[in-house]
């Protein structure tokens, strides 16, 4: 099953080797991974996506809990978490094709963030599946790049409630 | 000096954990990490934002261009490439502050992505220093969480040009 855990860690060097290590050594590939500075600066979250048998996921937990540098790790319930993503696209594009892309990217509510002669970089936020759909509609025009970060992801609650 | 690394690889198993070791193994702190699939799913790309001496980046790069499941290294200048990154934040609301924090959200072009009743959700994307910018505005709110993806980023123009 597909899991999403988010780590909340000391933001110290090694960190983000010592957790993806972890995960890789016990067979655990990670589907996506994103990592920034909270509010605090010396606190990192990072959210880990990962798919595989939910007894071995429950073993990585535990021993992520055990690293020093660990504050919290807590699996985000997909029902009452918000995830989102980013994605940068670069699209070939010529003089018949703009106008035809960018009303596609409008209705996915995408940002255009250059327009070059013969390319576009697109800006597209939402879940990933979303994101997905809008790369497939894109493939006809010859995706030339594409970055995106991973998903972010927290629970809608406040923990303080 | 800070740069920005996009480092496209082979999506195999544990390549996430050989590249940041290798950066943390050389003494460099990753300050932000996004990894993601392209547009071919055999091929992810990855974001790495580091800050250190140049020589020794330099060493770096050589490094992981050796590695096998290393397709392409390339260390984008900051003049010519576009960086974004997409930031969650839980902020601690009531009735009376509720108005003022999506007033400014509404500045920022942030997005709520859920209300609740004592908390918010805002999803705002941009630059590292956009984002820097808000959460600073948050903060006499009381921030409760914050979840960043990490910088993506590609080069403006087209390889193919």
Redesign the interface.
């Known amino acids: 099953m597909r899991h999403i855990i988010?780590v909340i860690v000391e933001n110290k060097?090694?960190v983000?080797?010592r957790v993806?290590?972890l995960?890789?050594?016990r067979?655990y590939?990670?589907d996506?991974?994103?990592?920034?500075?909270?509010?605090d600066p010396e606190v990192s979250?990072m959210?880990i996506v990962v798919k595989g048998d939910d007894s071995i996921l429950d073993q990585v937990m535990k021993q992520l809990n055990k690293l020093v540098d660990v504050i919290e790790v807590v699996d985000l319930p997909r029902e009452q978490s918000?995830r989102?993503?980013?994605?940068?696209i670069?699209v070939?594009c010529n003089s018949g094709t703009r106008t035809e892309i960018l009303e596609i990217a409008n209705v996915f509510r995408a940002k255009t963030?250059?327009i070059?002669?013969?390319?576009l970089?697109i800006?597209i936020?939402g879940t990933e599946e979303k994101i997905n759909g809008f790369?497939n509609l894109?493939?006809p025009f010859k995706?030339?790049?594409?970055?995106?970060?991973?998903?972010?992801?927290?629970q809608?609650?406040?923990?303080?409630?």
Not at 156 to 161: A, G, L, N, P, T
């Open positions: 988010s060097f090694g983000l080797a993806s290590g995960f890789s050594s067979g590939n990670i996506s991974l994103t990592v920034g500075e909270t509010n979250r959210t918000v989102r993503e980013l994605c940068l670069k070939n963030i250059h070059g002669h013969t390319s970089i800006q936020t790369i894109m493939e995706i030339l790049e594409v970055a995106r970060t991973g998903v972010a992801a927290m809608r609650e406040s923990k303080e409630q």
